[in-house]
């Protein structure tokens, strides 16, 4: 395995490690938008969003009980997510152009 598959390897799984375990760590506190909504008053009239009912709604996994069970298998699947998609974007764009047998 060459340094550059390690590298990303290892990223990889510090990546899984941080989503999976040290994610549920993360401050419980609003973000600045809630935070601010919260102080000058209006947090009362949000209204939820289109998939707040969603699998991975809340920064969880709905069905899963247990909240930091819930919270780190979400990470795990955004990082697996995000992984796939990036890629599948890096291979479209690096891919070489066909030579053309016409000079």
Do not use: C, Q, W
């Not at 609003?30 to 699998?55: N, Q, R």
Request: cysteine-free; proline content about 2%; charged content about 20%.
């Amino acid at each position: 395995m060459d340094k550059n598959k390690k590298f990303l390897a290892a990223g990889f799984l510090v990546s899984l490690f941080l989503a999976g375990v040290v994610s549920f760590y993360a401050s419980s506190h609003p973000d600045g938008l809630e935070k601010v909504a919260e102080d000058i008053g209006f947090i009362e009239t949000a209204k939820d969003h289109t998939y707040a009912d969603g699998a991975l709604a809340d920064y969880g996994v709905k069905g899963i009980e247990n909240e930091r069970a819930s919270v780190g298998v979400a990470g795990v699947i955004g990082v697996i997510g995000t992984a796939i998609v990036g890629g599948a974007l890096f291979t479209f764009i690096a891919r070489k152009p066909k030579k053309s047998l016409n000079k």
